[in-house]
């Protein structure tokens, strides 16, 4: 009966158990970490884009008005030469020529501002849904 004891080979049911429910909670504790890493960067990731979005609104918005012989600003509508960007609160975007240009816009102003002497400078502010701002002051020069 000790030789039988001592010639033991295998595993028991019961170690067998122990490893499978120690391996489900290792794969549940990954998985998790996954997961969150996961909503973690579909998160930046969004943000990004939409600050992205913003940054390239008024990168473009500030060649035109440096180009536009014409600026006129009024509540949520820009008009540069022929070109007019407007704000549509309905679907919250910006439209170029009454084609979508940004979505997902909070805010979009555009003000022509005249100091003391006489200097003209252009004032935009674009805020995204997530309070993303971007504001930008462009001095207009006087031409020949």
Request: charged share 30%; net charge negative; proline share 0%.
């Amino acid at each position: 009966m000790n030789k039988l004891m001592k010639n033991e080979e295998g595993m028991t049911l019961v170690e067998l158990l122990a490893v499978t429910v120690i391996g489900v909670i290792i794969l549940l504790f990954l998985t998790s970490i996954i997961t969150t890493m996961q909503n973690q960067y579909k998160k930046q990731y969004d943000q990004n884009g939409s600050l992205f979005d913003i940054t390239y609104v008024a990168k473009v918005m500030t060649k035109e008005i440096r180009q536009a012989k014409v600026i006129q600003a009024e509540s949520g509508r820009i008009a540069l030469d022929d070109t007019v960007y407007e704000y549509n609160s309905d679907n919250q975007s910006i439209e170029k020529d009454g084609v979508i240009f940004s979505e997902k816009i909070k805010e979009f102003h555009g003000e022509l501002v005249e100091d003391s002497f006489g200097n003209k400078r252009f004032e935009l502010k674009i805020i995204n849904q997530i309070d993303k701002k971007v504001e930008t002051k462009i001095t207009i020069r006087k031409g020949d």
